[in-house]
């Protein structure tokens, strides 16, 4: 009895030690020197490329509808029966309208991480008129933009394609540059 | 054509993994693989073990408990003294009593339930020295029963089941720490954040947004969290946060590790006793299971949302994606959560409490079933012989035979531990949720209201119990309630099961062999394998059954009314 509770507290301590630091401390400093970019979050100068922001007025795509905050992800967890999901959709809808967009379901809806990074193809479509009206730009222009930024299934095959909402609006700030310069 | 695909690449890894995975791990069990053997006897010779000497069931389950025990303590210290320790640039103060027993209790015992949000309460230091560590551990030790009760069935009037501290190191030694090794940087590589810097602060030149992002060694805890079906997420968000999950590949490879171990336990399980097709009628029967939940699940998913259809969408041409990523899409999201349900490793990389009612409920049955389908690391396994005997004890009755068991004779005593076994589950489950439904603080608790917000203390309970730690994440479970009826429910889940299977192990070791004759009822055929199933449908769906009605039978058959 006495001998296992010695061998208990001997082996949780070699554990601490070999799991709990040089395990995560070597797979740190080894992954900061392989990775660096991808380690410390995929920063670019206007934000992380793989967390979602928030994006507002008609000039820029939108993402989906989550709360963007960094410090506390998570989804809404509202069940597909409940009034408070069928209210935040109304109120989404009636948003997207608004701005003279006919929103798809991904825009309207929060993902799992309250985070996504990323819209569908067909949400981004949607959005084309009235980013191309408040830009200045020709609708065909915005379209081309959209479809040159659509990522394709990773090996052809695994999840779902998508358009990074950071990478879109970036393209586009350097389209209205051109076009206006 | 992209769903097909990837489960056709899922099977084929799951095939290699069960053939040669399930070798190295015959080959580590049975004291063969050595290529750290420098630093393994270092530790034996720490703990003062001497790695030839075996234990009965008696001492290697008392040492199993007495060191489960420590590890609580060890776990519960930290994150309580977070605030005072090193390794916490957010200066986030120490975790409140009745959450910290909570979280010790579902980290030691492979739950990961978590009643906490890990970017807002938890140091790096408490991510990795108390609960990565546990993730390793409890992993190893839930292996080291289930290949201990293996012996009991390969061994003759033997008195000993192996030992204990021998199992643990080499588990984490030579199985969980090298894979973790690598595939962090797989994970890495695909963009899973891996630094000490902190959180990140963001100012996007374009429009002028801020952001403070959370981040901290996100990979090292993700590729364990997953192979030690263990499930508990750096992030609140867990899989479905872009940091621990960047893209199509890490989501595949995350179900390629949480279901890797489990069907490759059956590969050493048939080896060890001698026939290879015993466990090939065990992985037939968790496949069948696993095949079933998997494409009701995925179909269910490509259904539409009842509220976002009445809330003025009237094409969801994506299937359900309320509470999914857009990278993964409505599939992969389902055969995650799938994947994460059946193995008892509850991570999730979409919301499980927006899923489809059917969609839902397929989560919450693959959990009742008592997670042996595969079920998780050892746990499944073990859990999974318990149903056997009681399904040879069945075909003994039918027929009026003594049944046998791998040679064995199985009797009173073998029936009623398998069946103490088979049980603890669903009766902690069901009082548990009785008592919550009925009281104040337990019904206060729920997000949904109506049918769903049942199903959220359903969910709650029938996790814990199962070690599960996926949560219809509704409810609210940081109350001293929750978490305290939910640390017994995992406690219960864990060791009334753990101790059965361990003094199986032992009763079953100590037997001769019976020679196989004619009258030999046969555990290697399909015959078997349809009574296994029989008995795991039937044990599930008696207990389970009216509870599933009030909760998503009535939620679907509510014909598009909302709560």
């Known amino acids: ?181 | 054509m992209g769903t097909a695909l990837t489960l056709i690449v899922l099977f084929v890894a799951l095939a290699l993994c069960w053939r040669y995975l399930g070798a190295y791990m015959l080959a580590i069990y049975d004291g063969r693989v050595r290529w750290l053997r420098g630093p393994e006897r270092l530790i034996y010779r720490a703990l003062g073990v001497d790695s030839e000497a075996e234990q009965s069931w008696q001492r290697y389950t008392m040492s199993l408990i007495i060191f489960s025990a420590v590890a609580i303590l060890v776990t519960y210290a930290l994150i309580r003294l977070q605030g005072h320790l090193p390794l916490n640039p957010e200066h986030l103060s120490g975790v409140s009593p009745a959450l910290s027993f909570n979280t010790a209790v579902s980290f030691v015992t492979n739950t990961n339930w978590q009643n906490y949000s890990g970017e807002t309460t938890m140091s790096y230091l408490s991510q990795m020295g108390s609960l990565t560590v546990q993730m390793f551990v409890s992993a190893s030790v839930g292996i080291a029963v289930a290949v201990a009760l293996i012996r009991g069935f390969a061994r003759k009037e033997s008195s000993t089941i192996g030992n204990f501290w021998v199992d643990l190191v080499r588990g984490v030694l030579y199985l969980l720490l090298p894979i973790s090794f690598v595939m962090t940087f797989v994970f890495v590589g695909q963009g899973a954040i891996q630094t000490f810097a902190g959180p990140a602060h963001i100012k996007n030149a374009l429009d002028g947004f801020t952001q403070v992002i959370a981040r901290g060694p996100v990979a090292s805890m993700e590729v364990i969290k997953q192979l030690g079906t263990n499930g508990g997420g750096f992030f609140n968000a867990n899989g479905a946060d872009p940091f621990e999950n960047p893209t199509g590949l890490t989501n595949l490879l995350s179900v390629i590790l949480i279901l890797s171990i489990p069907f490759s336990l059956t590969y050493v399980f048939g080896k060890m006793v001698g026939n290879i097709r015993q466990g090939v009628a065990v992985v037939a029967t968790m496949l069948l299971f696993f095949c079933i939940w998997t494409a009701v699940g995925i179909g269910a998913e490509h259904g539409a949302n009842t509220a976002v259809h009445l809330g003025g969408i009237a094409h969801q041409v994506a299937g359900n994606m309320n509470g999914k990523e857009t990278r993964f899409g409505s599939s992969s999201s389902a055969l995650y959560n799938i994947a994460s349900t059946q193995t008892s490793t509850g991570s999730v990389d979409a919301s499980n409490d927006s899923f489809t009612p059917i969609g839902g409920m397929m989560l919450l049955t693959g959990m009742m079933l008592g997670e042996v389908t595969p079920g998780g690391v050892g746990s499944g396994l073990y859990t999974i012989l318990l149903f056997a005997i009681v399904a040879v004890f069945l075909g003994g009755l039918m027929v009026g035979r003594t049944p046998e068991y791998l040679g064995k004779k199985i009797q009173a005593r073998e029936v009623k531990i398998a069946a103490l076994g088979v049980l603890v589950m669903p009766i902690t489950v069901l009082v548990l949720t009785g008592i919550a439904t009925v009281v104040q603080s337990g019904t206060s608790a729920t997000l949904n209201s109506g049918p769903h917000g049942f199903t959220e203390i359903l969910y709650a309970f029938t996790s814990q119990a199962n070690n599960n730690g996926s949560a219809f994440a509704g409810l609210s479970g940081n109350t001293p309630f929750y978490n305290i009826l939910g640390a017994v429910a995992m406690l219960i889940g864990r060791f009334g099961v753990i101790v059965p299977a361990l003094a199986l192990a032992g009763t079953l070791g100590k037997k001769g062999l019976v020679p196989e004759s004619l009258g030999t009822f046969r555990t290697d055929t399909p015959l078997f394998i349809g009574l296994l199933v029989g008995v795991i449908v039937i044990v599930g769906g008696l207990t389970f059954f009216p509870a599933i009605s009030l909760g998503p039978l009535a939620e679907q058959l509510s014909h598009g009314r909302l709560f």
């Open chain 1, 1 to 181: 009895m006495l001998v296992q509770l010695r061998r208990s507290i001997i082996v949780s301590a070699i554990f601490f030690v070999l799991l709990g630091l040089v395990y995560p401390l070597v797979t740190t400093g080894l992954a900061q020197v392989v990775f660096p970019h991808q380690a410390n979050g995929s920063l670019t100068s206007n934000g992380s490329t793989l967390i979602g922001q928030r994006w507002s007025g008609r000039r820029w795509f939108h993402g989906r509808a989550d709360a963007f905050n960094a410090m506390a992800s998570g989804a809404s967890n509202l069940g597909p029966n409940s009034k408070a999901l069928e209210e935040f959709v109304a109120k989404e809808v009636r948003y997207y309208h608004h701005l003279g967009v006919n929103p798809t379901a991904s825009l309207v809806t929060g993902s799992g991480s309250g985070l996504d990074p990323d819209v569908s193809v067909a949400g981004a479509y949607a959005q084309v008129g009235m980013v191309a009206k408040a830009n200045g730009l020709s609708s065909s222009a915005v379209s081309r933009l959209v479809a040159s930024q659509i990522v394709g299934q990773q090996f052809g095959f695994l999840g779902s394609q998508y358009i990074n909402v950071l990478s879109l609006n970036e393209a586009l700030a350097t389209l209205v540059r051109h076009t206006k310069g």
